[in-house]
């Protein structure tokens, strides 16, 4: 059963130091294993590529070109969805759109009385694979949430990699792809997808940066590969923390727990709150709800191992727990939830209110899904279309700017014993500088 904590107890401290502490183990099998493949696949290409699809996906093809998904075969897929399930990814795509058109950012200059010209250039980046998990579970929200800022962002070609074990494929993933803007879909996956993006080979483009999530094979090709492309982040596992004061459905906070306990037996979902006969009714209804569950199992051995219900002395309390914990997703189910939401610093994502699940977000909310983790919201963001934005100063020197420019960077120049820095910029200080 899910632990119970007071901050009042003597060893609350430890308890939740316990609770919190999670290293992602490096498997060192994993990481010899996603090493050769990596290898491989860089020196060997399409061959290697062919390979390893036919070892772990139980694909025999002999001819590269067969991995690539033509357009038709999208279109495909996005006709022969139940028009239920189309009309739901069309409406998430529109509202994940609509939100991340707000982020794109836009060069700027200024000019300085002496005719100095500086600013930023911002430009999309030019090619960005899409891993999207194709095994045990298929995802097309994350096709969505990974794919559309990207399109917002302007980049000319997204190319995603979705490994298809024995031939199958997902409908909704495929009509998601077509519905966000892919470019090129192959039917690729684990290590030897992100070497292939990575490195390139003679069917599929190298990128600039990997993104979308995967298991452990895929997450330490994508940590390796990391310096020859960028990467959106090596996430850990789901998250959320719900900030009640009482007055919510103990049902819905019991729910909202087991959503993201649902994911993975090494999630973590807590509640924080002041009310000790609230708490005491989530963990009845806990009790109640978690025999329906069809991931019963899961959400189980996940509430048993990272999960807890912890009262606090008060919500101010409770607001510096959320800022030391950092979580992914955090709810606010209390009266008045912007006056706490303002105090808080660090989470992923915030929702606001009783009506605001966690779930609506991973869906269909707009803003992204792809959020930091394992308390790297105390220095990162969410996915967005910044991710896929990069920026280049601008510096326009007048020949009057260069005469007070020059001046002071011969001095630091020289100070630093850079003597070549120095005299470029004495050569720009006009006839007089001698």
């Keep these: 059963m899910i632990h119970q904590m007071d901050t009042r107890d003597a060893d609350f401290e430890p308890r939740l130091a316990a609770l919190l502490a999670h290293e992602p183990g490096q498997d060192e099998s994993i990481e010899r294993t996603v090493a050769g493949i990596l290898r491989d696949v860089r020196s060997r290409g399409d061959a290697a590529v062919l390979d390893y699809t036919r070892q772990f996906d139980r694909l025999d093809i002999a001819d590269a070109s067969r991995l690539e998904l033509s357009m038709a075969e999208l279109d495909a897929a996005l006709a022969g969805l139940p028009a239920a399930q189309r009309e739901a990814l069309e409406a998430a795509a529109d509202r994940v759109r609509t939100y991340h058109e707000h982020q794109r950012a836009q060069s700027w200059s200024y000019t300085e009385p002496d005719g100095t010209r500086l600013g930023q ?13 194709g095994g045990k579970a298929a995802y097309p929200s994350s096709v969505l949430m990974n794919a559309l800022p990207a399109k917002v962002a302007g980049v000319a070609e997204l190319v995603m990699v979705v490994p298809t074990p024995d031939g ?141 219900l912890i009262q606090v002395r008060s919500l101010e309390e409770a607001c510096d727990l959320v800022d030391r914990i950092a979580p992914e997703h955090l709810e606010i189910a209390t009266l008045n939830p912007q006056v706490w939401a303002d105090r808080i610093r660090h989470a992923g994502a915030m929702f606001l209110g009783p009506y605001s699940s966690e779930s609506l977000g991973d869906y269909c909310a707009g803003p992204n899904h792809v959020l930091p983790t394992m308390r790297t919201a105390r220095f990162s963001s969410p996915l967005g279309v910044y991710d896929f934005q990069k920026r280049s100063s601008l510096i326009e020197v007048s020949a009057e700017g260069a005469r007070k420019l020059g001046a002071i960077a011969s001095v630091l120049a020289h100070g630093e014993g850079l003597q070549a820095h120095a005299r470029s910029a004495e050569y720009r200080l006009g006839p007089d500088a001698a």
């Design 168 to 308: 199958v494929r997902n409908a909704m993933v495929l009509a998601a792809a077509r519905i966000a803007g892919v470019d090129r879909v192959f039917t690729i996956g684990g290590a030897q997808a992100v070497g292939a993006l990575a490195y390139g080979t003679a069917t599929v483009p190298a990128v600039d940066k990997i993104v979308g999530p995967g298991n452990a094979w895929v997450a330490e090709a994508k940590r390796r590969v990391f310096g020859t492309v960028g990467i959106d982040m090596i996430a850990g596992p789901s998250e959320i923390l719900v900030l009640c004061d009482g007055h919510a459905d103990p049902d819905w906070i019991a729910m909202d727990l087991f959503s993201q306990a649902e994911h993975d037996e090494l999630a973590q979902a807590i509640l924080l709150c002041p009310d000790a006969g609230f708490i005491a009714r989530v963990r009845e209804s806990i009790a109640r709800q978690l025999p329906q569950m069809p991931r019963q199992a899961v959400i189980a051995r996940s509430l048993a191992d990272r999960g807890a």
């Design 121 to 133: 250039k911002v430009t999309p980046l030019d090619r960005v694979g899409l891993y999207v998990p």
